[in-house]
């Protein structure tokens, strides 16, 4: 069965600066999907980044990039220029391939506070 | 993508009790998820509903507590029986759609508070 970590309970940020959240994962397969999703207090899930386990290249959107390393089994997301609306819990999420129902695995997630 | 309506939204229930979550999909979807998130925790996913057969459980979830239907391909509901605060939760449901850019899509989520 597939893991996920995530670290930092808790991280907190000054506005316009950069915070990293770390996440590892365990998996025996070849063929996944890593994403991370926000939830903000109003419980929605968002989808913040994906990243395709088969593409060397990390994902990229806008001010929110991920550093996937595959060898390693870790998918860190950089949030550059943090804005006000970032702050709420951010969650690192591990798809398996469709065979295995495409079910997500979630860390255990990172609460992230921008300060003013 | 895939537009996801659930409720109800929230609901306070008495101990004992039943509560059944519904959740409407806007497009054909084949398996959707049932997602559990105790106070202050990560998902844990419940089960998994397939049309046409009985959902498949996650281990320390069992149908008797959670029934789940799913009579169509954009339609499935989650029941919570005999209630305990222990059920307290918000409950999600999820669907994960494969072509184009694979990403899973998920309802508002429905905040159970069991007095």
């Known amino acids: 069965a597939q893991t996920v970590t995530q670290s930092q309970p808790e991280m907190s940020v000054q506005e316009a600066e950069t915070v990293t959240l770390s996440c590892t994962y365990d998996?025996?397969?070849?063929?996944?999907?890593l994403f991370w999703y926000k939830q903000p207090p109003s419980r929605q899930m968002i989808l913040v980044i994906r990243?395709?386990?088969?593409?060397?290249q990390n994902a990229t959107e806008n001010r929110f990039s991920v550093n996937f390393q595959k060898a390693a089994k870790s998918f860190s997301l950089k949030i550059s220029d943090s804005q006000l609306g970032d702050t709420a819990m951010y969650f690192c999420a591990f798809m398996n391939n469709k065979a295995a129902g495409n079910k997500l695995t979630f860390g255990g997630g990172t609460r992230v506070l921008v300060k003013p | 993508s895939a537009v996801i309506s659930q409720k109800p939204s929230r609901d306070i229930c008495q101990r004992g009790t039943s509560l059944t979550i519904q959740c409407q999909v806007d497009s054909q979807v084949t398996m959707m998820f049932w997602y559990r998130q105790q106070p202050g925790q990560s998902l844990t996913l419940i089960a998994t509903a397939n049309q046409g057969s009985e959902a498949t459980y996650e281990s320390g979830f069992v149908i008797d507590k959670f029934p789940i239907s799913r009579p169509n391909l954009t339609f499935s509901t989650l029941t919570v029986s005999n209630m305990s605060p222990e059920d307290s939760s918000i409950y999600l449901c999820?669907?994960?759609?494969?072509?184009?850019?694979?990403?899973?899509?998920f309802g508002q989520g429905t905040r159970l508070t069991v007095v």
């Open positions: 999820s669907v994960a759609v494969l072509t184009g850019n694979t990403e899973a899509f």
């Open positions: 998996t025996s397969e070849s063929n996944y999907y």
């Open positions: 990243q395709e386990a088969y593409k060397q």
